[in-house]
């Protein structure tokens, strides 16, 4: 009795000829979203190379003119002296194209196609890169990439936006919190309150933003808020608070307001000051 009961106890069930079917198919499908993870991975390093390079690029055309005169460079090759020798050995798809003495744009002809997507995703979340440098049309990934190494002018002289993110002080605001909403739901966190990272997370230029007047005002993402000051005496912003009170804000003050990406509503000087809560619609930019 003992031993019918420890063969059948002993005794195993082979795979089916379906089971082995479904297991080469779990084990295919897995392989497979490992290849799409890898290679998403390396297009992602690729991308972020290549938009270091052109960085790095801009920096030294910018020293470049500051040593000649505020003349640029007519190739690349001319950066050499700036540049280390590992990152001049790296530049070689690079070319300096002149715009009859207004601006002077970098090209970088790229030949794979999950870069260039790559990179056409940080166009169209407003990284300054173009795909024809006549009209200025945001780069969608088709051909060689362009972006402007410097430039004698406000802006280029193709029709383009004051900035990615709009043209005054509203239609930046709005689409730099979605952007900051957007990275806090992917994330879970909301942008940092001081490092670089929190402009180039959502894909703000950070040699265009940073310290960078817009049209009077400077704009920050700082953590769950978006910061905003006049940049100078030229600039106030005033705003009614929900109590009625009318206040001004100029750059001596040394202020800032602040809008909340989560709720919009904004505060005056103190940001979540109950005291000082604003509406964005009751907001007013005075020029001088």
């Known amino acids: ?24 198919m779990i084990i295919g ?12 991975s390396v297009d992602r390093a690729s991308a972020t190379r290549i938009m270091g390079e052109m960085k790095t690029i801009k920096t030294a055309v910018l020293i470049y003119g500051s040593d000649h005169g505020s003349e640029w460079p007519d190739h690349v090759e001319g950066l050499s002296s700036y540049l280390d020798r590992t990152a001049s050995s790296d530049l070689a798809s690079y070319t300096l194209e002149n715009e009859d003495g207004s601006i002077l744009w970098i090209r970088a002809d790229i030949q794979d196609q999950g870069i260039k997507d790559r990179l056409a995703r940080k166009a169209e979340q407003g990284a300054s890169y173009y795909e024809n440098k006549d009209n200025c049309s945001t780069y969608q990934g088709n051909g060689p990439i362009y972006t ?11 029709d383009v936006s004051l900035t990615s993110l709009g043209n005054d002080f509203f239609e930046i605001v709005q689409s730099m919190s979605s952007r900051m909403m957007d990275y806090r739901t992917e994330n879970g966190y909301h942008v940092s309150t001081w490092k670089d990272e929190r402009y180039t997370d959502i894909g703000m230029d950070l040699d265009f933003w940073q310290g960078q007047p817009i049209d009077g005002l400077l ?9 905003v000051e006049p940049a100078d005496d030229s600039t106030i912003i005033r705003v009614t608070t929900v109590e009625g009170e009318t206040k001004d804000l100029s750059s001596n003050l040394n202020w800032n307001i602040w809008i909340d990406v989560e709720t919009g509503t904004g505060y005056y000087h103190s940001a979540g000051d109950p005291d000082e809560a604003f509406n964005l619609e009751d907001v007013e930019i005075i020029k001088k």
Do not use: D, W
Request: proline share 4%; net charge positive.
């Open 219 to 227: 704009y920050e993402p700082h953590g769950n808020y978006v910061k």
């Open 29 to 40: 499908i897995l392989a497979g979203s490992l290849l799409l993870v890898a290679g998403s």
């Open 148 to 158: 402007i190494a410097a430039r004698n002018g406000a802006l280029p002289s193709c």
């Open 1 to 24: 009795m003992e031993s019918g009961e420890r063969n059948m106890k002993t005794k195993r069930k082979a795979f089916t000829l379906v089971e082995q079917l479904i297991v080469m």
